[in-house]
């Protein structure tokens, strides 16, 4: 399995980056989804980058995947069809994602 350890952003545009939780050197805090909004359209793109670990450590891999009391499935809201749309799941106090899929298609 993986975990994230660092999320970067990068736009060179200048002030694409501005007010988006995004320090000077480019860092998303850990504590915020790894994600910048606004990046779109002609001349405005930003790139983001999840850097991950591999959890070797096969009891470190089952804290981090694996619900600590029961199960919950939690699906996220259909996003939008626009450029840059998200759907976001919470998961509650006391679990952790054990499964993630994602569906793509009919975005236009």
């Known amino acids: 399995g993986y975990q994230q350890i660092l999320c970067n952003a990068h736009s060179p545009f200048l002030g694409q980056l501005t007010n988006k939780n995004v320090n000077s050197k480019g860092i998303i805090p ?5 994600t910048v909004t606004g990046c779109h359209g002609h001349g405005r793109h930003c790139d983001v980058t999840a850097v991950c670990k591999i959890l070797e450590d096969s009891q470190q891999y089952k804290a981090a ?5 029961g199960t919950m499935e939690v699906v996220g809201l259909n996003s939008g069809p626009a450029d840059e749309a998200q ?13 993630c899929e994602v569906q793509t298609g009919l975005v236009h």
Do not use: F, K
């Open 87 to 99: 759907s976001i799941a919470s998961c509650p106090d006391g679990y952790v994602v054990s499964h």
């Open 30 to 34: 850990s504590d915020n989804a790894c």
């Open 65 to 69: 995947v694996c619900p600590t009391s």
